[in-house]
């Protein structure tokens, strides 16, 4: 079936380094959504990317979507730890209206 | 305000019962869906609904069974079937049917925690 994997499933970083988490997909997406969930709480929208090879920055998340539409990344520059939480991409199926959410990529801020 | 409501927040099951996750939402999507979250994992697709009178099963869907009578609401039961139910539920609506896939996000509710005793 359809799979969208992200790695890495966990990631621990000192404040202030940079962090990528990667999501890929076994097939071809019309569009990818990142998603936030802090421990606790539930995944809040951050953005989407709809063409290929997209560029897109949110202060210091820069988000991009590959040139085949598989794949994309979210970077995130200088972690501070308001960052921590769980990181989830959403890729919509081309042809259809099903988003498959992707593994989550568990951030740790270390101060 | 418009948004996605999930009650209740925490719920005990005794071994053997049913019990009905309520899933409610006041912004016009046609698209629910019911996600199980186990500690530290991502989520796991049980059913979801595109349109009123009508829902698929996701990946998880053993021991579950969902209805869509309503657009506003789309109630999880967990049944005597399943026989792990211990978990994070989340249900999200979207809005699918967009011009040029804009403002197609998911809104989440706050999650039922359901144990099991």
């Known amino acids: 079936g359809q799979q969208v994997m992200q790695i890495p499933q966990y990631q621990h970083v000192q404040e202030g380094e940079d962090f990528t988490t990667y999501c890929n997909s076994s097939?071809?997406?019309?569009?990818i959504q990142w998603y936030k969930q802090r421990p606790g709480g539930h995944p809040v929208f951050l953005i989407q990317?709809?063409?290929?090879?997209e560029v897109k920055k949110q202060k210091r998340l820069t988000f991009q979507f590959g040139e085949a539409k598989k794949n994309s990344s979210l970077h995130i520059t200088a972690t501070q730890t308001t960052d921590v939480g769980t990181y989830f991409c959403?890729?919509?199926?081309?042809?259809?209206?099903?988003?498959?959410f992707g593994t989550g990529t568990r951030l740790k801020v270390l101060a | 305000d418009g948004g996605i409501t999930q009650s209740p927040k925490y719920l005990f099951r005794k071994e053997g019962q049913n019990v009905t996750l309520s899933c409610e939402q006041n912004?016009?999507?046609?698209?629910m869906y019911w996600y199980r979250q186990d500690p530290g994992q991502g989520l796991r697709l049980i059913y979801y609904?595109?349109?009123?009178?009508?829902?698929q099963k996701g990946d998880i869907a053993e021991g579950y069974s969902v209805s869509r009578e309503k657009k506003e609401s789309f109630p999880l039961t967990v049944t005597s079937a399943q026989k792990n139910p211990t978990a994070f539920y989340l249900c999200?609506?979207?809005?699918?049917?967009?011009?040029?896939?804009?403002?197609?996000?998911?809104?989440f509710g706050q999650g039922t925690r359901l144990t099991v005793v």
């Open positions: 959403a890729g919509l199926l081309s042809g259809t209206y099903k988003y498959i």
């Open positions: 097939t071809t997406l019309s569009n």
């Open positions: 990317l709809v063409k290929s090879g």
């Open positions: 912004l016009n999507h046609d698209a």
């Open positions: 609904s595109q349109i009123v009178n009508d829902f």
């Open positions: 999200a609506s979207q809005n699918l049917r967009t011009y040029a896939q804009q403002n197609t996000e998911a809104f």
